[in-house]
């Protein structure tokens, strides 16, 4: 009876009803519906966590086997002679590297390993504190948060209230 009903709360809620229109329809209290939705929340975020999981795991296995094509393909390949024994194709570190490159860089976003940096910032925090915090920064990543600074004093120092928090990902640029 639950399980149906919840269903029901299911299609009805996916289907763009609000909460007030699947009590009418159902004949059921707000609370049971609340109730029900936060279940169904849950219980779709518990498999979405799975989903990703085997996502992830199956993308980290295809990385894996193209890096493994890449090092016996790209990294030293068989050099080829043309008819007159002129040499056609030899080993290309240049595509190996660019390969591997993307490959790497794949994997570290999979793995959250290019998470953005946050960083809270207050008025009277100066430029040296920001700098000796930032030891596994990039140089990029240093002057995004010095520029973020300047800015937020600027609008403190005009009575503006400003966001204090910088979030700065990998891919960011000033």
Known sequence: MIASRQ?????????????????????LSLATISKDLKT???????????????????ELARLSNLEQ?????LAEPEEIFNATGDLVSGPN??????????IIKRRSMLLGLDAPIRLELDATQGSEDIVARSATMSDLEIKMVLKRSLTIRAQLSKGTKSKNVIDIS?????
Do not use: C, D
Not at 93 to 102: D, S
């Open 7 to 27: 269903r029901t709360v299911s299609e009805y809620y996916l289907a763009g009803l609000t909460i007030v229109m699947i009590a009418e329809r159902l004949s």
């Open 40 to 58: 169904l929340k849950q219980l779709w975020a518990s498999e979405n966590i799975r989903l990703r999981e085997r996502y992830v795991k199956r």
């Open 69 to 73: 094509y890449a090092i016996e393909h």
């Open 93 to 102: 570190p240049v595509k190996f590297i660019q390969a591997m490159l993307k």
């Open 170 to 174: 990998p891919s960011q640029s000033i």
